[in-house]
């Protein structure tokens, strides 16, 4: 695995050099549906997590935490990143922290949901926003990134 040390300022990069990355995505692209995952047609293999009947691999909330999704997961098809789509809205397994791959927080309506993202956000390896949000959601544990257009900005 290669992993770049400047890419996004938090000390890694979200991708690899010229290698195909398999990504485990949680939670619904731009709060819509699977859609987008299924029209993808680039190099990256993306498969979708979730307590949504959608979801190609489910697990339960209340019982299964993430590295025990993961290694469940992980007999069949080995994810390299664990992508969470709007965390504010769909709570990613309980102790992502403790993943045993990188973990990326796609953010999304952090004006609204600044109390649940504030003392969560820092479970990620690394979080993206529009540019507003990484003003506002700055703090001594998080330091979100704009990278591309994000939702709003």
Not at 106 to 122: G, R
């Amino acid at each position: 695995m290669v992993i770049h040390a400047s890419f996004l300022g938090t000390g890694w990069l979200i991708g690899y050099e010229s290698q195909l990355m398999n990504v485990l995505t949680h939670g619904t692209p731009f709060f819509c549906s699977y859609a987008p995952v299924e029209c993808y047609e680039g190099k990256h293999v993306i498969r979708t997590l979730g307590n949504f009947p959608e979801a190609r691999y489910r697990y339960n909330p209340l019982t299964e935490s993430t590295p025990e999704v993961l290694e469940r997961i992980g007999r069949a098809w080995q994810p390299d990143l664990l992508l969470c789509w709007m965390p504010e809205i769909h709570p990613p397994p309980k102790f992502v922290e403790e993943s045993p791959i990188p973990t990326v927080a796609l953010v999304s309506d952090w004006n609204v949901f600044y109390s649940i993202l504030q003392v969560n956000l820092a479970r990620y390896d690394v979080v993206l926003c529009d540019t507003p949000g990484t003003y506002t959601l700055e703090s001594d544990l998080v330091s979100p990134v704009h990278v591309f257009p994000l939702y709003s900005q």
